[in-house]
């Protein structure tokens, strides 16, 4: 009789521990807190956190605590060591953020080694998630709106010619090689290609955009990082009297973040967009997504695309912990994750098996003046695009 | 005609660019010279006096040239408080305590603005009548860096005047050349110091603002144009109003046209060119003073 009390006790008491195991999950986060990614960091962390404020009863029964590491730029060294010191100082379940591009290739090797989930919720270069076995990716490719916009250029606007702009960086030469493939496979020619300074600080765009108008393109094709570049883009875009000169500005959406649409006023109406989100577009839960934002942030605060990657991606860790009960295995982790599908605010999404990375709706966008603000107005939607860069095999992501 | 049309808009473009260097950059010019203080948070006034432009614009719907005027004194006044209670502590330490000391202000100011006010961009609009396109006959060129260049113009030739012809610039450009021998002629080099820095630092927040167009707004403008500030004030010379303002129309013309030429090239011919020119001349390109 006593053993089996004694027996009962001890199988409680394991429960009980293993039960206290099982509560927390950790989540370390790298991102940009200080810096010129400061408001980049802002965003994406909104939207982990709104995710979980607004999810509350589906995290229960277990605890999500996220550490959080400022990894201060886009250089890519400190990156490496805040995920280093995320695995093995504080013993993180999984890892998430990576803003900046080259952060996320500089870490690949520490996040194969470390043997953790690490889930990508902005950076776009299309071979990052090739790179670690371990790398999930819920933002986008830069060929998700780069390969699908060099199409509706040559169909839809009818270009015949392009200038490309890009920021000298992976997503930007990613950018570049997107559209190039699919708008001259199209019959369109891009004419001139343009590298415009790196990610690290806003340089003044006139000279760069001064030799786009000289060579007189149908379309200037502009990829830089969202924020003040995009700002300075569309700036000097209409300070050059380059609509007037004929020349339209297309781009990946990061010309019309919605956090700086707002402010580019009348200089932006008539920007092309491809792009998987902006907080215009007309779906319920991207309605109550944008409701809750502005409640919870100010109504004059508005969310964007990478809002929408960091709180996605905080649904994809919440399935995982969930799913696997709080044991965060990583081969787990992954098996659960493949094939994941999810009502985000972009519209539906889900992780390819195969490459890890997202597949969604896209979305060609006009900005228009509408009720005294800049209104992004959908003219076109393509369903379920994966990226084409792993899905052909091309350049980058050709198998070695 | 069309060969003529594009060195008019490079020129434009460039000369454009290089006003707002020398407007930023001759206070520094001037402080270093007369001091031989290396202040290197002199970004981080640019920065804070286009905040104080900007924000005065936004909040309290100020115009575009009171706002700069505001600017102009509120960073002024805030220099002069930081020096008296700060720089003139260290006027005697060596550079390298100079450097870590304005440096960690700059991280100061940087963090200060990234709490108080936040990470952002700053927009700042212009008045529509600076924006757009204006004719000027052989080609149509963006207003607002005509107006620069005008602006610029007039702000040298001011300077020039006041450094040639005025009291105060003679006792600067005296302090510059010999500094004991200025101080034993009664000149009080801390009073002219002080008004220098004051100026110094106002002219710099009148860049800010006036830059703003083209050199955005945010914390981290403190640190990241520095390194162009510094270059000019190193072609330039020390302490010389028209060195300062060629080597600004040198060094924003030829980043123009390498930019536009040869963009693969990013800034590293800018960095190549400095070195260039002050292995060939080390005490500046136009300065008198050989040290």
Redesign the interface.
């Known amino acids: 009789m006593m053993k089996r009390i004694v027996a009962v006790a001890v199988a409680a008491l394991a429960m009980t521990t293993s039960w206290a195991q099982a509560q927390e999950v950790k989540v370390g986060v790298n991102l940009p807190y ?3 990614g ?2 980049f960091a ?1 965003l994406v962390d909104r939207g982990m956190e709104l995710y979980l404020k607004l999810n509350a009863d589906k995290v229960r029964p277990y605890k999500i605590t996220l550490i959080k590491r400022d990894v201060k730029d886009p250089g890519g060294a400190n990156a490496k060591i805040a995920v280093q010191e995320l695995l093995t100082q504080d013993n993180v379940d999984i890892l998430a953020g990576w803003i900046y591009s080259p952060n996320a290739i500089a870490s690949a090797p520490i996040v194969t080694a470390g043997k953790k989930l690490a889930v990508i919720m902005n950076a776009g270069t299309a071979q990052i998630t090739n790179m670690s076995p371990y790398y999930v990716r819920t933002s986008f490719s830069m060929w998700h709106a780069g390969y699908a916009l060099g199409e509706a250029a040559a169909k839809l606007l009818n270009a015949k010619t392009a200038v490309v702009g890009y920021t ?1 960086f992976p997503p930007g030469k990613d950018s570049l090689a997107a559209f190039k493939k699919s708008f001259e496979g199209t019959g369109g020619k891009v004419i001139d290609e ?5 990610a ?5 765009f ?3 955009f ?2 786009a108008k ?1 060579k007189k393109p149908d379309v200037f094709f502009v990829f830089v990082p969202a ?2 570049h995009a ?2 883009v569309v ?1 000097t875009y ?4 380059m609509r ?1 000169a004929g020349i339209k500005l297309i781009g990946p959406g990061d010309i019309t973040q919605d ?2 649409l707002q ?1 580019m ?1 009348a200089a932006a109406v008539g920007l092309i967009t491809m792009h998987h989100y902006h907080a215009d577009l007309d779906n319920p839960e991207n309605k109550r997504f944008v409701e809750a934002w502005k409640k919870e942030y100010g109504a004059t605060t508005t969310p964007d695309f990478m809002a929408v990657g960091g709180y996605d991606g905080m649904a994809a860790i919440v399935h995982v912990v969930q799913t696997l009960k709080g044991k965060i295995g990583v081969e787990q982790a992954l098996e659960a994750l493949k094939g994941w599908k999810f009502a985000s605010p972009r519209g539906p999404i889900s992780i390819d098996p195969v490459t890890r990375d997202i597949v969604m709706n896209e979305y060609l966008s006009e900005a228009v003046m509408k009720d005294g603000r800049v209104f992004q107005k959908v003219i076109g939607k393509i369903d379920a695009v994966k990226d084409a860069c792993k899905e052909q095999k091309i350049g980058p992501c050709a198998p070695k | 005609m069309i060969f003529g049309v594009d060195v008019a808009s490079m020129l434009l473009g460039g000369v454009a660019a290089g006003m707002v260097l020398f407007i930023v950059s001759v206070g520094l010019s001037v402080t270093m010279g007369l001091m031989g203080f290396v202040n290197l948070a002199h970004g981080g006034f640019a920065m804070l006096g286009g905040y104080a432009i900007a924000l005065a614009m936004k909040h309290w719907g100020l115009g575009f040239v009171p706002a700069l005027v505001f600017g102009f004194v509120v960073t002024a006044a805030a220099s002069v408080l930081l020096e008296r209670l700060l720089y003139a502590r260290l006027y005697r330490a060596t550079e390298l305590d100079q450097v870590l000391f304005t440096i960690g202000l700059v991280f100061m100011m940087i963090a200060s603005v990234t709490l108080l006010i936040g990470p952002e961009n700053q927009p700042l609009a212009l008045p529509a009548i600076l924006q757009g396109q204006i004719n000027l006959g052989i080609t149509q060129y963006r207003t607002y860096s005509v107006v620069l260049i005008v602006v610029g113009i007039v702000i040298v030739s001011g300077l020039w005047l006041g450094f040639e012809r005025t009291q105060i610039g003679a006792q600067i450009r005296a302090a510059v050349d010999n500094r004991r021998m200025a101080e034993s002629l009664g000149i009080n080099i801390a009073r002219l110091f002080t008004i220098t820095f004051a100026f110094g630092s106002g002219m710099a927040a009148l860049g800010g603002g006036l830059g703003a167009e083209f050199l955005g707004l945010d914390p981290q403008y403190a640190l990241k144009y520095l390194v162009y500030f510094l270059i000019v004030v190193a072609v330039g010379g020390l302490g010389r109003v028209t060195g300062v303002f060629y080597a600004a129309l040198l060094i924003g013309v030829l980043d123009f046209v390498l930019k536009k030429y040869v963009p693969q090239g990013g800034t590293a011919f800018i960095y190549a060119l400095t070195i260039l020119l002050l292995l060939w001349r080390p005490q500046g390109l136009f300065s008198a003073k050989v040290t």
């Open positions: 200080t810096g010129i400061a408001e802002q000298d343009i590298p415009m300074g790196g690290g600080a806003v340089p003044d006139t000279p760069f001064q030799r000289d924020g003040d700002a300075a700036k209409a300070a050059l009297g007037e956090t700086k402010a006023g």
